[in-house]
Protein backbone atom coordinates (compact mmCIF):
# COMPACT_ATOMS: atom_id res chain seq x y z
CA UNK A 1 0.00 0.00 0.00
CA UNK A 2 1.17 3.10 -1.11
CA UNK A 3 1.96 5.72 1.49
CA UNK A 4 3.79 8.65 -0.19
CA UNK A 5 5.92 8.18 -3.36
CA UNK A 6 8.87 7.28 -1.23
CA UNK A 7 7.39 4.70 0.70
CA UNK A 8 4.71 1.92 0.93
CA UNK A 9 3.52 -0.14 4.12
CA UNK A 10 3.16 -3.86 3.28
CA UNK A 11 -0.30 -5.43 3.36
CA UNK A 12 1.07 -8.53 5.18
CA UNK A 13 2.57 -6.57 8.46
CA UNK A 14 6.08 -7.28 7.43
CA UNK A 15 7.21 -3.34 7.74
CA UNK A 16 7.95 -0.65 5.54
CA UNK A 17 10.05 0.32 2.06
CA UNK A 18 11.51 3.26 2.59
CA UNK A 19 13.06 3.92 -1.07
CA UNK A 20 14.83 6.91 0.78
CA UNK A 21 17.14 4.91 2.09
CA UNK A 22 18.61 4.02 -1.08
CA UNK A 23 19.82 7.23 -2.13
CA UNK A 24 23.43 8.73 -1.11
CA UNK A 25 23.31 12.13 0.79
CA UNK A 26 22.34 13.96 -2.36
CA UNK A 27 19.41 11.53 -3.08
CA UNK A 28 20.79 9.42 -6.11
CA UNK A 29 20.87 5.82 -6.21
CA UNK A 30 22.87 6.25 -9.72
CA UNK A 31 24.35 9.24 -10.90
CA UNK A 32 25.75 9.40 -14.58
CA UNK A 33 25.90 5.53 -14.74
CA UNK A 34 27.29 4.42 -18.39
CA UNK A 35 25.10 1.62 -19.79
CA UNK A 36 25.16 -0.05 -23.43
CA UNK A 37 22.53 -1.03 -24.45
CA UNK A 38 20.38 -2.32 -27.60
CA UNK A 39 17.03 -0.64 -28.26
CA UNK A 40 14.66 -1.86 -30.91
CA UNK A 41 17.80 -3.54 -32.79
CA UNK A 42 19.60 -0.40 -32.89
CA UNK A 43 22.89 -0.47 -29.88
CA UNK A 44 23.26 3.12 -28.46
CA UNK A 45 25.30 4.58 -25.28
CA UNK A 46 23.14 5.90 -22.60
CA UNK A 47 24.24 7.79 -19.40
CA UNK A 48 21.47 6.82 -16.65
CA UNK A 49 20.75 9.17 -13.27
CA UNK A 50 18.11 7.84 -11.00
CA UNK A 51 17.12 9.01 -7.71
CA UNK A 52 14.11 7.05 -5.81
CA UNK A 53 12.95 10.09 -4.10
CA UNK A 54 14.56 13.67 -4.83
CA UNK A 55 13.24 15.70 -7.94
CA UNK A 56 16.38 16.81 -9.60
CA UNK A 57 16.84 18.76 -13.19
CA UNK A 58 19.73 18.68 -15.25
CA UNK A 59 21.10 22.09 -16.31
CA UNK A 60 22.09 20.95 -19.75
CA UNK A 61 18.22 20.12 -20.04
CA UNK A 62 16.07 21.97 -18.74
CA UNK A 63 12.86 20.96 -20.88
CA UNK A 64 13.37 17.65 -20.81
CA UNK A 65 14.67 17.11 -17.44
CA UNK A 66 13.45 19.28 -15.50
CA UNK A 67 12.07 17.87 -11.68
CA UNK A 68 12.09 14.36 -12.71
CA UNK A 69 13.33 10.96 -10.95
CA UNK A 70 14.92 9.68 -13.95
CA UNK A 71 16.59 11.30 -16.52
CA UNK A 72 18.64 9.48 -19.81
CA UNK A 73 21.22 10.68 -21.81
CA UNK A 74 21.51 8.92 -24.83
CA UNK A 75 24.31 8.73 -27.40
CA UNK A 76 24.59 7.36 -31.09
CA UNK A 77 27.98 5.44 -30.99
CA UNK A 78 28.29 5.29 -34.87
CA UNK A 79 27.43 8.63 -35.55
CA UNK A 80 30.17 10.94 -35.21
CA UNK A 81 29.58 14.26 -33.70
CA UNK A 82 25.67 13.24 -32.65
CA UNK A 83 24.18 15.62 -30.20
CA UNK A 84 23.47 14.84 -27.16
CA UNK A 85 19.61 13.39 -25.92
CA UNK A 86 17.92 14.12 -22.57
CA UNK A 87 14.84 12.12 -21.63
CA UNK A 88 13.11 12.42 -18.66
CA UNK A 89 11.80 8.97 -18.30
CA UNK A 90 9.78 9.62 -15.37
CA UNK A 91 8.32 11.76 -12.28
CA UNK A 92 7.86 11.15 -8.35
CA UNK A 93 3.88 12.43 -8.50
CA UNK A 94 2.05 9.71 -9.13
CA UNK A 95 3.84 7.44 -9.47
CA UNK A 96 2.53 3.66 -8.77
CA UNK A 97 3.73 0.84 -6.67
CA UNK A 98 3.07 -3.05 -7.28
CA UNK A 99 4.12 -5.68 -5.50
CA UNK A 100 4.26 -9.46 -6.33
CA UNK A 101 3.60 -11.77 -3.94
CA UNK A 102 5.25 -15.13 -5.90
CA UNK A 103 8.58 -13.12 -6.67
CA UNK A 104 9.00 -11.06 -3.63
CA UNK A 105 9.10 -7.99 -5.65
CA UNK A 106 8.35 -4.31 -5.59
CA UNK A 107 8.45 -2.44 -8.76
CA UNK A 108 7.56 1.13 -9.16
CA UNK A 109 6.68 3.10 -12.01
CA UNK A 110 7.61 6.41 -12.89
CA UNK A 111 5.82 8.33 -15.67
CA UNK A 112 7.11 11.48 -17.41
CA UNK A 113 3.32 13.01 -17.27
CA UNK A 114 -0.43 11.02 -17.45
CA UNK A 115 -0.33 11.35 -21.63
CA UNK A 116 3.04 10.43 -22.66
CA UNK A 117 4.30 6.70 -22.60
CA UNK A 118 7.54 7.66 -21.73
CA UNK A 119 8.11 5.74 -18.07
CA UNK A 120 10.60 3.80 -16.00
CA UNK A 121 9.85 1.05 -13.87
CA UNK A 122 12.27 0.09 -11.22
CA UNK A 123 12.15 -3.20 -9.64
CA UNK A 124 13.30 -3.48 -5.82
CA UNK A 125 14.69 -6.71 -4.64
CA UNK A 126 15.06 -7.41 -1.49
CA UNK A 127 19.03 -9.31 -1.30
CA UNK A 128 22.03 -9.19 0.90
CA UNK A 129 24.12 -7.70 -1.85
CA UNK A 130 23.50 -4.25 -3.42
CA UNK A 131 23.89 -3.96 -7.35
CA UNK A 132 22.26 -1.86 -10.52
CA UNK A 133 21.30 -3.35 -13.42
CA UNK A 134 19.69 -2.65 -16.48
CA UNK A 135 18.67 -5.37 -19.19
CA UNK A 136 21.12 -5.12 -22.22
CA UNK A 137 17.95 -5.63 -24.60
CA UNK A 138 14.96 -3.32 -24.80
CA UNK A 139 12.02 -4.07 -27.38
CA UNK A 140 10.23 -0.78 -26.57
CA UNK A 141 12.37 2.37 -26.44
CA UNK A 142 9.60 4.50 -24.36
CA UNK A 143 10.34 1.67 -21.52
CA UNK A 144 13.33 2.26 -19.22
CA UNK A 145 13.59 -0.79 -16.84
CA UNK A 146 16.08 -1.10 -13.47
CA UNK A 147 16.87 -3.69 -11.80
CA UNK A 148 18.01 -2.96 -8.29
CA UNK A 149 19.13 -5.59 -5.22
CA UNK A 150 19.75 -4.11 -1.60
CA UNK A 151 19.20 -4.50 1.98
CA UNK A 152 17.11 -1.39 1.97
CA UNK A 153 14.28 -2.66 -0.28
CA UNK A 154 13.46 -5.14 2.28
CA UNK A 155 10.77 -3.87 4.34
CA UNK A 156 12.15 -2.15 7.66
CA UNK A 157 14.97 -2.90 7.04
CA UNK A 158 16.96 0.60 6.45
CA UNK A 159 16.10 4.13 7.86
CA UNK A 160 16.99 7.28 5.81
CA UNK A 161 19.14 10.01 7.39
CA UNK A 162 16.50 12.94 8.25
CA UNK A 163 17.24 15.90 10.21
CA UNK A 164 13.74 16.05 12.11
CA UNK A 165 12.36 19.00 14.96
CA UNK A 166 13.24 16.86 17.29
CA UNK A 167 17.43 16.58 16.17
CA UNK A 168 17.76 20.45 15.57
CA UNK A 169 16.40 21.39 19.25
CA UNK A 170 18.97 19.14 20.08
CA UNK A 171 21.71 20.84 18.04
CA UNK A 172 20.63 24.35 19.19
CA UNK A 173 20.25 23.42 22.88
CA UNK A 174 24.24 21.51 22.44
CA UNK A 175 25.41 24.95 20.50
CA UNK A 176 23.62 27.23 23.51
CA UNK A 177 24.99 24.78 26.00
CA UNK A 178 28.89 25.36 24.54
CA UNK A 179 28.41 28.67 23.84
CA UNK A 180 27.78 29.40 27.63
CA UNK A 181 30.29 27.24 29.03
CA UNK A 182 32.99 29.27 26.29
CA UNK A 183 31.49 32.66 27.22
CA UNK A 184 31.53 31.96 31.19
CA UNK A 185 35.10 30.38 31.04
CA UNK A 186 36.50 33.76 28.79
CA UNK A 187 34.53 35.92 31.28
CA UNK A 188 36.54 34.88 34.23
CA UNK A 189 39.96 36.03 35.35
CA UNK A 190 42.47 34.57 38.07
CA UNK A 191 44.06 36.84 40.39
CA UNK A 192 46.89 36.13 42.65
CA UNK A 193 46.74 38.02 46.24
CA UNK A 194 47.78 37.33 49.76
CA UNK A 195 44.38 36.11 50.68
CA UNK A 196 44.60 33.19 47.69
CA UNK A 197 43.40 33.16 44.50
CA UNK A 198 40.65 35.20 43.27
CA UNK A 199 38.52 34.22 40.16
CA UNK A 200 36.77 37.50 38.79
CA UNK A 201 34.84 38.67 36.13
CA UNK A 202 36.00 40.78 32.96
CA UNK A 203 34.73 44.05 33.48
CA UNK A 204 34.62 44.76 29.83
CA UNK A 205 33.01 41.74 28.55
CA UNK A 206 30.17 42.35 30.88
CA UNK A 207 30.00 45.78 30.61
CA UNK A 208 30.12 45.57 26.55
CA UNK A 209 26.69 42.96 27.06
CA UNK A 210 25.09 45.21 29.43
CA UNK A 211 26.01 48.22 27.70
CA UNK A 212 27.59 49.68 30.48
CA UNK A 213 29.35 53.11 30.50
CA UNK A 214 31.60 54.27 33.28
CA UNK A 215 30.57 57.55 35.08
CA UNK A 216 33.17 59.75 36.47
CA UNK A 217 32.54 60.68 39.75
CA UNK A 218 34.18 62.36 42.86
CA UNK A 219 33.46 59.49 44.80
CA UNK A 220 34.43 56.41 44.83
CA UNK A 221 32.12 54.74 42.06
CA UNK A 222 29.30 51.95 42.94
CA UNK A 223 30.07 48.35 41.45
CA UNK A 224 26.58 47.96 39.97
CA UNK A 225 28.00 50.64 37.92
CA UNK A 226 31.27 50.60 37.26
CA UNK A 227 33.52 49.25 34.60
CA UNK A 228 36.78 49.62 35.79
CA UNK A 229 39.00 46.40 36.40
CA UNK A 230 40.11 47.13 40.31
CA UNK A 231 35.92 47.25 40.98
CA UNK A 232 35.30 43.74 39.99
CA UNK A 233 33.74 41.22 42.15
CA UNK A 234 35.50 38.31 44.08
CA UNK A 235 33.22 35.15 43.03
CA UNK A 236 35.50 32.26 44.15
CA UNK A 237 38.32 32.66 46.89
CA UNK A 238 40.41 29.33 47.24
Not at 27 to 36: C, D, K, M
Request: charged share 20%; glycine share 6%; net charge negative.
Amino acid sequence: MKVNPCKCLMKDGSGVVNLAALGNMDGFLIQNRRVQREVEGRRVEQSVTFSPCHPFSEPRALINCSHVAVCVVSRDPEAIGSVPQYTGYGKHEGNEFIYSNESKMLSVIYRASPESPLRAVVHYNCSSTSSVTFPQVEDISEVLEISVQSPCACPSSCQAEDVGPGNIILIVFALSLTAYFVFGVSSLRSLQTPEGNHINPEPHIWCGICFCFEKKQEREPLLTGSCHEDDSIDYFNV
